[in-house]
């Protein structure tokens, strides 16, 4: 049985690719009509355990056909300010669906086996090692010796660090609870901002029918996410509500300084292609995954997976979407050095027609672009953070 073999002894393919998260599964769906590609995940069932909210555009669900993944669709947020402000936005359109991240990862994995990978649950990668034409894996099952590697594993990214390619500049760490609430609007997420609720990021609370999944994330020396969700939960009144689902996690922020090497390339998480702002990462891994099967399909054909060769996978996603990591990188750093009374002030200086009006044309995949009109309808901002503003406006 093709998909559920383990390692053999000894086996051989074109390309590794380390972990089958979305963002390994696209890249080996994107290759694997041309390549011999094997797929390894460590865990035993693909998509299990779940680390993220689900909340992503309509584009990264087309990317993997999973639109029977959707739970919800969302149109708008209302935005808890730390002095007690609610701001409610409303969309132009649908922002935002949830999905269920079991199910998505799954549908993934199926694109990547109908093209021809072959994935594998249950094989942790152990360290990379280079050999005379390729690299060698060291798996539970045996070794496996490959022409090329993708290293797709997520934060930790073992696969990259091995080979000399270092981590994410910052990470938060992230906890969330599915409970039994049904939220009366729900087609709007809540965002709560404060340097109590969820210092260093921000919580959310994200309708999905009869149930709420109530999250947050915070910078890594501010505390245990869990303290910080019993308290979200307890002053919002849902502590008695019952948790149906406990997902924990962290998200790397700030992408690795080269996302290539001879025969390697890194995507998504593990190479730290999180959004900043909001902690998203689906839309830019599985764009990094196709980016980079495209890569790897052209230095295949030409004989050349040298650096040089493979150069070309990070100018194409940092072109598609590097100016937007890096801006909301600058955002996100000046965010975190904001006390309680600075969010206040932004959100004093947001509520407004002008200023709504604007967010409603947001993308939450490019939230960066809002800048210059967020600046022509509420100037005072400027006042609150001059230099980011200007930087995002003169980039
Ligand atoms: C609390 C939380 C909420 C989030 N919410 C959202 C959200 O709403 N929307 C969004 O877009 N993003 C969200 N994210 C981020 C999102 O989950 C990640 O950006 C996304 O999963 C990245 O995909 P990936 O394939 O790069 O990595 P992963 O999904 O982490 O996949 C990597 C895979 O590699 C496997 N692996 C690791 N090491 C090895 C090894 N040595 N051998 C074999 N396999 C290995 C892992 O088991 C894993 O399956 C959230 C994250 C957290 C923590």
Not at 246 to 266: F, K, N
Not at 295 to 305: H, I, N, Q, V
């Amino acid at each position: 049985m093709k998909n559920a073999s383990p390692v053999g002894k000894r086996t051989k393919c074109d390309v590794l690719v380390v972990g089958g998260g979305p963002t390994g599964c696209m890249a080996a769906a994107g290759m694997a009509r041309e390549l011999d590609v094997k797929v390894l995940e460590e865990h035993p069932r693909l998509g299990e355990p779940v680390q993220c909210a689900g909340l992503i555009t309509p584009r990264v669900v087309e990317m993997a056909s999973a639109e029977d993944t959707v739970l919800n669709t969302i149109d708008g947020a209302y935005l808890h300010f730390p002095g007690g402000r609610v701001m409610e936005l409303q969309g132009n359109e649908a922002k935002a669906v949830v999905v269920d991240r079991g199910e998505f990862d799954r549908r993934c994995a199926a694109l990547a086996r109908k093209a021809g990978a072959e994935v594998l649950t249950g094989t942790k990668v152990g360290p990379l090692e280079r050999t005379d034409g390729g690299l060698r894996a060291i798996t539970v099952g045996g070794e496996l010796e490959c022409r090329a590697v993708l290293a797709a594993d997520g934060y930790r990214s073992g696969a990259a660090r091995s080979l000399g390619l270092g981590t994410a500049r910052d990470l938060v760490r992230g906890m969330e609870v599915d409970i039994s609430f049904r939220a009366d609007d729900q087609r709007k997420v809540r965002v709560f901002l404060g340097n109590d609720v969820a210092p260093g990021f921000f919580a959310w609370a994200i309708p999905c029918g009869e149930l709420t999944r109530v999250g947050l994330c915070v910078s890594r020396d501010r505390g245990t996410p869990l303290e910080h969700l019993n308290r979200l939960l307890n002053a919002q009144g849902w502590s008695g509500a019952e948790r149906v689902r406990t997902y924990s996690g962290a998200i790397p922020l700030g992408y690795i300084d080269r996302t290539y090497a001879d025969r390697v390339l890194v995507a998504g998480d593990a190479a730290g292609m999180a959004k900043p702002i909001s902690g998203g990462g689906l839309f830019t891994g599985m764009t990094a995954g196709k980016l980079a099967a495209q890569t790897f399909l052209e230095a295949f054909r030409s004989g050349d997976l040298t650096e040089r060769g493979l150069l070309k996978y990070e100018e194409r996603w940092k072109g598609v979407f590097g100016d937007e990591l890096r801006s909301s990188y600058r955002v996100r750093k000046v965010f975190v050095r904001m006390c309680d009374r600075d969010l206040d002030k932004v959100g004093d200086r947001l509520d407004n027609e002008r200023a709504k009006a604007v967010l409603a044309t947001g993308d939450i995949d490019f939230p960066t672009a809002l800048a210059r009109g967020l600046v022509r309808a509420c100037p005072s901002l400027l006042a609150i953070a001059p230099m980011l503003l200007f930087r995002l406006l003169w980039r």
